[in-house]
């Protein structure tokens, strides 16, 4: 496997560093946190969605027909990664960018890409993703939101939770059942929905970082047009795996393991830092080991990942590697914040804005954000079942 970019790639690469570095926030920094009050939080993240699209960076990697750059899946990651390494805020509408856009783009009708993928490219419109419902999570073929016919339209009944950016989204990717006898898998169907439709109920929730980053949705009559079909009747399922297949791709995950390795080196400055028994924490051989490994298994999940991405650069199905890198990962961002606060001590009780706390207490709501990991975008259950199963051939 050659790891070395081309020319033209690292070329590519510090035009996109340039270009992040001149259009920060201003005061923005490696360890700076976005706002914490909700409003301010979605407007901070829409301004700076809404100056990568003035830059030229909003779907880099569409093709020029829709808007982009027609850019590859490399500059696309390398685009990614370079954000991530200098702490770059992340936009409010990457549901759009990254699942709704590419759908439409590989299954939706041209009518559809005309309409939609403008708005998205834009920011004008914040997009959500309607798949979880309260019994029907990682086990997604058990969905029981309905959508029967009227004429030429669709009437949706049912319920969705932890749907994320639904209460700042204008529209919706939306998983229904439309064919109750059928198979759990063969009766799905894929919708748009537009969320000020009537009938759709939005009710946000909070997390454990005192932020709601995700909403029940509720569907009472909820009339949607049958042009807002994507794919075929009934084969929704085919659509859902694609969609969930962007939300796992490698070049997602390569920013992530750069992301990662930045905190472990903040970590490492942190113990510089940090006494323990009158001396600098990094001076402990056990804190010493335990940086050490994390730092190991950053770069094993770097290097699992340039193979799935090889795969998929070579035009095969990203495989197993994207079930096995989710359940991997999880796992580790646990594993490295429960370090971080480790290292920190008894200042690990301070949070954010408390005068005591270290960097304004980024890795307390990290260490609460990584509580997730382990159940969006799949369990580690189901993660582990699925790996079982189709990767190792063992038996239901």
Request: charged residues 25%.
């Amino acid at each position: 496997m050659d790891f070395q970019f081309t020319p033209a790639e690292e070329e590519f690469r510090r035009e996109v560093r340039n270009w992040l570095y001149a259009n920060l926030p201003d005061g923005w920094g490696p360890r700076s946190q976005e706002p914490l009050e909700e409003e301010s939080w979605a407007k901070f993240r829409l301004d700076w969605e809404r100056k990568l699209y003035q830059g030229g960076w909003s779907g880099i990697h569409w093709p020029k027909q829709y808007g982009g750059r027609g850019a590859t899946l490399v500059e696309q990651a390398i685009f990614m990664e370079e954000s991530a390494r200098i702490n770059a805020p992340e936009g409010l509408n990457l549901m759009g960018r990254y699942l709704a856009a590419p759908v439409l783009i590989k299954h939706g009708t041209e009518a559809q890409r005309q309409r939609f993928l403008p708005s998205i490219l834009r920011a004008e419109e914040v997009w959500c993703q309607g798949f979880s419902e309260p019994n029907a999570g990682s086990d997604l073929a058990s969905v029981r939101t309905t959508a029967r016919r009227d004429g030429g339209d669709f009437i949706v009944n049912g319920q969705k939770i932890w749907t994320t950016m639904a209460q700042h989204a204008q529209w919706q990717l939306l998983l229904v059942r439309t064919d109750p006898e059928a198979p759990k898998h063969k009766g799905l169907s894929f919708l748009l929905l537009d969320m000020k439709t009537p009938g759709v109920t939005v009710k946000p929730l909070v997390r454990l970082t005192g932020r709601a980053g995700f909403s029940e949705v509720f569907y009472d009559d909820v009339r949607i047009p049958g042009e807002n079909l994507v794919g075929g009747l009934n084969e929704g399922w085919r659509i859902a795996m694609t969609t969930l297949a962007f939300e796992r791709g490698p070049e997602e995950a390569l920013a992530r393991q750069v992301r990662f390795k930045r905190q472990v080196l903040e970590m490492v400055e942190i113990a510089s830092r940090c006494r323990r028994n009158g001396c600098p924490a990094i001076e402990d051989g056990a804190i010493r080991q335990k940086l050490a490994q994390i730092y190991i298994d950053v770069e094993a999940m770097r290097l699992n990942l340039l193979r799935a991405f090889s795969r998929v650069l070579q035009g095969k199905d990203p495989g197993p590697e994207a079930t096995f890198t989710k359940l991997y990962w999880s796992h580790m961002y646990q594993r490295l914040t429960e370090l971080a606060l480790e290292i920190e001590g008894p200042a690990a009780n301070y949070v954010r804005d408390d005068p005591h706390a270290i960097d304004d207490g980024s890795f307390q709501a990290e260490f609460l954000l990584s509580r997730s990991a382990t159940i969006y975008s799949g369990t580690s259950e189901i993660q582990r079942n699925i790996i079982a199963e189709r990767v190792l051939g063992l038996p239901r």
